[in-house]
């Protein structure tokens, strides 16, 4: 590959990492090193691109991505690394799970997509289909330090081969860590370098029989590589670091996972904060799916705010209902997720037999901290179909979303303040709307935040399609009423709604729609305004 021109926030960096001499800046791409035993960093991959015209290294960071240098797919190296997202320009095909080339092991997969990370010289390359029987590299989340030792890997040029066919690595000490930048020299002088052949190559953390990815080669001076000018001796390198961008690496990882997922089944969707994070903070809310297998997948939010791809894991918080244990999930007819405090976010649930349960705390493992709120005697208010609909928000003083608000079949809308500490207790209860004849057609509620109030808003969809917002919910009632979607409206079509924050994590709250043709989309930032722009999720 050619040679790459510095620009002057590369060159600052170099200055002040690099002191024994100017890095040449040209992509760097394999490593002056000892052959790895088979079987070891087995996750390495060789990419061909363009028929043979340029090759790099990379790591697979999941079954279906492999994580390398962006530099390997620009038009030109020496006017910088900026590609764009989608198909590789070349054909390129990537080898892993092979230590040594010449022989059968290993798998071969086509390049499909490149996802870049802004700035820094590292893409995300999405293989046609999932890599087998090779253990994927835990990218780190903490950075290097000046002092520490890493190895770095790569297939390329060494100092007596000009194509080598196996994997070398060596031992690197970190000189210097700057913004998205590792400054690196060999630990034995006399045999490490990173040369050209493998853009991209890992440079791995090992400690406590761990391995973790923290950067990948990106520029070297060459010294010691075969081919290079004799006067040229420094060895130094610069990688890229990639242990801040694990958030980033795992939501791209997942995103084919959670295109899979079968949402035309989805029953209830369910929002808060179960994982981690808070409102206001950097990770956005997750949600909680139950099927009509009556299966409850939880799917953690993420910290970057991309509307298309707001989740980067699941947790599988309940089985199949064919599947031991038993579930009880295919009882539960209202589900709203709430805030008790003291911990992860919870959930109140309605059973077939009336009884209401409240999980104060619903995290990865499952549901915790169960209170019974209304016995499930098959008798009383909660049984039978008398509720219609229920959600739970901020609509007092409180700063907990655990305000209990309840449509009825006859058209009563009532709350329950402050469940947590008051259930359900008669004393307590708040009648906001007397029986009549409209509320009954509420097809579905959701709290959220929407107008800027003190306290929460209340979102309604209709059964003829409208969709209106009561701004401002508290204990004295309903204060007004803002049209976003007319009668007749496509939102006649949704048949599942969930309200949360999941993409910017503060007010105005977004909104996911399950349609009655399966396909899932999330309206953000809604607000008093309208729905606004529509992202498609699904299908």
Same mark, same amino acid.
């Given at each position: 590959?050619?040679?790459?021109?510095?620009?002057?926030?590369?060159?600052?960096?170099?200055?002040?990492?690099?002191?024994?001499?100017?890095?040449?800046?040209?992509?760097?791409?394999?490593?002056?090193?000892?052959?790895?035993?088979?079987?070891?960093?087995?996750?390495?991959?060789?990419?061909?691109?363009?028929?043979?015209?340029?090759?790099?290294?990379?790591?697979?960071?999941?079954?279906?991505? /492999?994580?390398?240098?962006?530099?390997?797919?620009?038009?030109?190296?020496?006017?910088?690394?900026? =590609?764009?997202?989608?198909?590789?320009?070349?054909?390129?095909?990537?080898?892993? $799970?092979?230590?040594?080339?010449? !022989?059968?092991?290993?798998?071969?997969?086509?390049? /499909?997509?490149?996802?870049?990370?802004?700035?820094?010289?590292?893409?995300?390359?999405?293989?046609?289909?999932?890599?087998?029987?090779?253990?994927?590299?835990?990218?780190?989340?903490?950075?290097?330090?000046? @002092?520490?030792?890493?190895?770095?890997?790569?297939?390329?040029?060494?100092?007596?081969?000009?194509?080598?066919?196996?994997?070398?690595?060596?031992?690197?000490?970190?000189?210097? /860590?700057?913004?998205?930048? =590792?400054? &690196?020299?060999?630990?034995?002088?006399?045999?490490?370098?990173?040369?050209? $052949?493998?853009?991209?190559?890992?440079?791995?953390?090992?400690?406590? *029989?761990?391995?973790?990815?923290?950067? =990948?080669?990106?520029?070297?001076?060459?010294?010691?590589?075969?081919?290079?000018?004799?006067?040229?001796?420094?060895?130094? +390198?610069?990688?890229?670091?990639?242990?801040?961008?694990?958030?980033?690496?795992? !939501?791209?990882?997942?995103?084919?996972?959670?295109?899979?997922?079968?949402?035309?089944? %989805?029953?209830?969707?369910?929002?808060?904060?179960?994982?981690?994070?808070?409102?206001?903070?950097?990770?956005?809310?997750?949600? &909680? /799916?139950?099927?009509?297998?009556?299966?409850?997948?939880?799917?953690?939010?993420?910290?970057?705010?991309?509307?298309?791809?707001?989740?980067?894991?699941?947790?599988?918080? %309940?089985?199949?209902?064919?599947?031991?244990?038993?579930?009880?999930?295919?009882?539960?007819?209202?589900?709203?997720?709430?805030?008790?405090?003291? @911990?992860?976010?919870?959930?109140?649930?309605?059973?077939?037999?009336?009884?209401?349960?409240?999980?104060?705390?619903?995290?990865?493992? $499952?549901?915790? @901290?169960? !209170?019974?709120?209304?016995?499930?005697?098959?008798?009383?208010?909660?049984?039978?179909?008398?509720? !219609?609909?229920?959600?739970? *928000?901020?609509?007092?003083?409180? #700063?907990?979303?655990?305000?209990?608000?309840?449509?009825?079949?006859?058209?009563?809308?009532?709350?329950?303040?402050?469940?947590?500490?008051?259930?359900?207790?008669?004393?307590?209860?708040?009648?906001?709307?007397?029986?009549?004849?409209?509320?009954?057609?509420?097809?579905? &509620?959701?709290?959220?935040?929407?107008?800027?109030?003190?306290?929460?808003?209340?979102?309604?969809?209709?059964?003829?399609?409208?969709?209106?917002?009561?701004?401002?919910?508290? #204990?004295?009632?309903?204060?007004?009423?803002?049209?976003?979607?007319?009668?007749?409206?496509?939102?006649?079509?949704?048949?599942?709604?969930?309200?949360?924050?999941?993409?910017?994590?503060?007010?105005?709250?977004?909104?996911?729609?399950?349609?009655?043709?399966?396909?899932?989309?999330?309206? +953000?930032?809604?607000?008093?305004?309208?729905?606004?722009?529509?992202?498609?999720?699904?299908?």
């Amino acid at each position: 590959m050619g040679r790459r021109s510095r620009a002057a926030r590369i060159a600052g960096i170099l200055a002040t990492t690099i002191a024994a001499g100017s890095l040449v800046a040209t992509p760097a791409h394999a490593v002056v090193g000892e052959s790895v035993s088979a079987g070891t960093y087995a996750f390495t991959a060789k990419l061909e691109i363009g028929d043979g015209n340029r090759t790099c290294s990379g790591a697979l960071v999941d079954k279906q991505w /492999v994580l390398t240098a962006a530099s390997c797919f620009a038009e030109n190296p020496n006017k910088g690394f900026q =590609i764009a997202e989608g198909a590789p320009k070349w054909k390129t095909t990537a080898t892993v $799970g092979s230590t040594d080339l010449t !022989k059968s092991a290993g798998s071969v997969s086509d390049v /499909v997509e490149l996802v870049p990370y802004e700035g820094r010289d590292v893409v995300m390359a999405r293989l046609a289909k999932p890599i087998a029987g090779v253990t994927p590299v835990t990218v780190g989340t903490t950075a290097p330090a000046p @002092g520490e030792e890493l190895k770095v890997a790569g297939f390329g040029r060494t100092k007596t081969a000009w194509v080598p066919d196996r994997l070398h690595s060596a031992a690197f000490t970190v000189d210097s /860590v700057q913004g998205g930048s =590792i400054g &690196i020299s060999p630990k034995s002088p006399a045999d490490g370098a990173v040369c050209k $052949g493998d853009t991209g190559g890992p440079a791995l953390r090992e400690a406590n *029989g761990r391995v973790e990815l923290v950067g =990948i080669n990106s520029m070297s001076m060459h010294g010691g590589c075969l081919g290079a000018d004799p006067a040229k001796t420094g060895r130094n +390198a610069l990688d890229t670091r990639v242990d801040d961008l694990s958030t980033w690496v795992q !939501k791209l990882s997942y995103r084919d996972v959670f295109r899979k997922s079968p949402w035309g089944a %989805a029953t209830h969707i369910v929002s808060g904060y179960f994982t981690g994070g808070s409102a206001g903070g950097s990770r956005h809310m997750d949600l &909680i /799916v139950r099927w009509s297998d009556s299966e409850v997948t939880l799917y953690q939010g993420g910290e970057n705010n991309d509307p298309h791809h707001p989740f980067v894991a699941e947790y599988q918080l %309940a089985k199949p209902v064919k599947q031991n244990p038993k579930t009880i999930w295919q009882f539960a007819k209202n589900i709203t997720g709430a805030s008790f405090g003291n @911990g992860t976010d919870g959930m109140v649930v309605r059973w077939g037999d009336g009884e209401l349960t409240q999980y104060t705390h619903v995290d990865k493992n $499952g549901f915790h @901290g169960e !209170k019974t709120l209304a016995p499930g005697n098959h008798k009383g208010p909660w049984a039978a179909d008398h509720v !219609k609909q229920m959600t739970a *928000g901020r609509y007092t003083g409180n #700063a907990q979303r655990d305000d209990l608000l309840v449509v009825w079949d006859d058209g009563r809308v009532t709350m329950y303040p402050d469940l947590n500490t008051n259930g359900l207790a008669e004393k307590s209860k708040k009648t906001l709307v007397q029986k009549n004849t409209t509320w009954p057609y509420a097809t579905q &509620i959701s709290a959220g935040e929407f107008a800027g109030k003190k306290t929460a808003d209340l979102l309604v969809r209709w059964v003829d399609g409208e969709t209106t917002i009561y701004p401002g919910v508290d #204990a004295a009632g309903l204060h007004g009423e803002i049209q976003i979607q007319k009668k007749k409206s496509y939102m006649t079509h949704a048949t599942v709604m969930g309200v949360g924050a999941f993409v910017a994590n503060k007010v105005p709250n977004d909104l996911l729609v399950r349609w009655e043709d399966g396909k899932l989309t999330m309206f +953000a930032a809604v607000d008093a305004a309208g729905l606004h722009k529509e992202f498609k999720l699904w299908g």
